[in-house]
């Protein structure tokens, strides 16, 4: 008998061969993605600790960027993905809103209109990435068609560590529609909205150093009581965030003053929260630095424009 290979079996060993490699290939990319992810996980800190706002402007989006080229290898990789959840909501607000404040008060109209545009992009890829995160599609179905009777029955499946995508994802939408409150659209999501932030702060109010509390907070505050706004609801959030949390993170007291306060004109209040948020050493908690620094820039900013808040003596 021959022992010679037919031609047949060397094309079907080489195509064998060339599918092998390509998976591998894949897999490797992935394998490669999946260790990068837990390392930018760990080293995701250096940005929470980063002191000065400007070396944080231009890092953001890099960071951003370089993570989700990983991402394009391993589009299910829950860890790339919170990263992306968080840091999209965390430069929409902390960079691009911040710029906003001041065009909104110094012009021109195009500069509004184009960082109003930039923060809802980034505070909605925010919002996918916490949902991508979260895994659960007849939640996110429910909350995108507005059937609150099937959304109240998934949140209510949830558990403590179902945080994080909810909340970011919620964070992003709720800060969204802030920014688009002339959006009949956006503005219909509101009852959906409302739901999926309460549910973030009964399974976890302390989730990010307090900022489900700061997140229903601001909520309640920004609806005049003529729409709905309740003070006494929105103070309950602050006052428990603060107890909790406002000695560490000072985005709680910034956010107490800047909202709250306008809405009830107590200026009072006001210059004691910005003037606690002032006299923080934002050194005492590293892990924190840049959240209390951004609520420090802002704090000094409203602090000289405060007759624009419409706050009385």
């Not at 302390?206 to 489900?212: H, L």
């Not at 309640?220 to 406002?246: D, I, N, R, T």
Request: aromatic letters at 10%.
């Amino acid at each position: 008998m021959s022992s010679r290979i037919p031609p047949w079996a060397l094309s079907v060993a080489a195509a064998g061969a060339l599918a092998a490699l390509a998976t591998s290939g894949c897999n490797i990319k992935k394998l490669t993605a999946d260790t990068t992810a837990k390392n930018l996980a760990f080293g995701s800190v250096a940005m929470d600790r980063e002191s000065d706002l400007e070396f944080a402007r231009y890092a953001f989006p890099a960071s951003l960027k370089t993570i989700e080229t990983f991402l394009v290898s391993s589009p299910e990789n829950r860890t790339l993905l919170l990263l992306l959840a968080r840091g999209y909501n965390a430069y929409a607000f902390g960079i691009v809103e911040g710029d906003l404040e001041h065009a909104q008060l110094d012009g021109p109209e195009e500069a509004i209109e184009s960082l109003s545009r930039r923060a809802k992009i980034h505070y909605l890829r925010g919002r996918e990435y916490g949902f991508r995160w979260l895994e659960k599609e007849t939640l996110e179905n429910a909350a995108r068609e507005g059937d609150l009777e099937t959304l109240e029955a998934e949140l209510a499946k949830l558990k403590k560590e179902d945080t994080p995508g909810l909340f970011w994802a919620v964070y992003g939408w709720a800060s969204a529609i802030n920014l688009a409150k002339d959006d009949p659209h956006m503005m219909s999501a509101l009852p959906v909205v409302e739901r999926m932030m309460f549910r973030a702060y009964e399974l976890d109010p302390d989730y990010n150093a307090g900022a489900p509390y700061a997140m229903l907070g601001v909520y309640h505050s920004s609806k005049p009581p003529a729409l709905g706004g309740e003070p006494e609801v929105a103070k309950k959030y602050f006052e428990e965030g603060m107890a909790a949390h406002g000695d560490s993170n000072m985005l709680l007291p910034y956010l107490y003053a800047r909202f709250y306060g306008p809405m009830v004109q107590d200026r009072a209040l006001f210059d004691a929260m910005i003037a606690k948020v002032a006299a923080a050493d934002v050194t005492q908690h590293p892990d924190l630095r840049l959240t209390n620094e951004i609520a420090r820039d802002r704090a000094r900013f409203w602090a000289t424009h405060v007759d624009e808040l419409i706050l009385s003596e």
